[in-house]
């Protein structure tokens, strides 16, 4: 008889192979039309000369930059350091590719800026942990600190910080692999996390995590793009019109750190049930706007956690025409309006204040402390999943 954990693991695998077969199977059909389009969309950026800017060894490990296209002229672009996303090139309504993504040009300036999180995996635990500190059976954990009292993304030396090994690579798609070291940043276990990257045809980035431990741990991986959809660097996107299916938001303290309880959005700067500007109540005298310093909050997703991903947002510039979908097997998401960001020099231009914004699909930020929110425990033996896709169309008004 096949005992639980080999079960799990081939229950997993047969999943995993599912999901794959889904992903790769999609839009074989594309004509030599789109082929020319995409090719010409992509003019402008020099993929060779970047992807050498990416090329090195740290810590005995070879740093690459892996270049994805679709035949539907979309350009993605990841580093194994941190599992990044750098560029994200789709056409808007005039044809001209545009990279909706903040980041670098180059390894260097990520290692320069060590705690700016654009398009890094974050993890091994995505948003806050109050105090850095939780319990799992009675044993207390002490995480590193490094925003104010409390731990934000997996710690300094989080999986944004790390090379990530190389499984395989294919012109849609990479796969990468990290196995985070047991007391790593505090965490308990050695923890296997795999993910890959596809860029399919219809024009969707699927990201797919796979984690398992030898030790009961704690687990919220998430992916931190930072999103323009006119492009990065250009000005604030207080004009993207934003839904999200969400009836309720965890409100937070001062720390950003969740009070426990959902709110609903009814009546509040929070309810984006209907498409409305990001900008439109962002100076409302709401005190949660106010302790956030702007929108830095996790939507309660209506359709809770599931087991393939399901469409939560919508993202449209009218200037562009570029429309951005968002969908998660995740219970929910952090909808973060680049409140902290102060001018730094991007890949084009400055990175002005509420210049992106993230969607980050995700468990509850201190889920480790709070015992009403989902539960982010991985047993020894279990298999941690989850899948987000961020969609691209253009839309007429
Ligand atoms: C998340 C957090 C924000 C901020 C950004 C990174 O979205 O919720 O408070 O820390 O990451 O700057």
Known sequence: MINDKYFLVLRNSIKH????????????????????????QTEGNDWNSIKTAFQD?????????????????????????????????????????????????????????????????IGR??????????????????????????????GPGGLHNVVWDVVSSTSNSVEL?????????????????????????????????????????VVNLTNHAYFNLNGDGSGDINTHVLQIDADEYTPVDSTLIPLGEHEKVDGTPFDFRAPTAIGQRIEDPDAQLQTGGGYDHNFVLKKGQTDSPEKVATVFSPKSGIQMEVYTTEPGMQFYGGNFMNGLQGKNGTYEYRGAFCLE?????????????????????????????????????
């Open 17 to 40: 192979v599912l999901f794959l077969l889904c992903v790769f199977g999609l839009g074989w059909s594309c004509t030599k039309q789109e082929e020319q389009q995409s090719s010409q």
């Open 57 to 121: 060894t740290l810590n005995g490990k070879e740093t690459d930059l892996f270049v994805l296209k679709n035949k539907k002229g979309v350009v993605v672009t990841i580093t194994n350091y941190g599992a990044r996303i750098v560029h994200m090139v789709v056409p808007d309504k005039t044809g001209k590719p545009t990279d909706v993504v903040l980041g670098y040009n180059s390894l260097k300036e990520y290692l320069d800026s060590p705690s700016a999180y654009y398009g890094a995996l």
């Open 125 to 154: 635990y995505a948003n806050r942990i109050a105090k850095g500190a939780f319990e799992i059976d009675g044993i207390a954990y002490q995480l590193a600190k490094n925003n104010g009292n409390n731990s934000l993304h997996g």
């Open 177 to 217: 692999l990290y196995t985070s070291p047991d007391g790593e940043e505090g965490y308990p276990g050695n923890l296997d996390i795999t993910v890959i990257y596809n860029l399919n045809d219809e024009h969707g980035l699927e990201i797919y995590y796979q984690a398992m431990s030898d030790k009961k741990t």
């Open 361 to 397: 699909t995700q468990h509850f930020p201190d889920s480790p402390n709070q015992p009403s929110f989902p539960s982010t425990i991985l047993e020894v033996g279990d298999v941690w999943e989850s899948a987000t896709i961020y969609k691209f169309m253009l839309k007429t008004e």
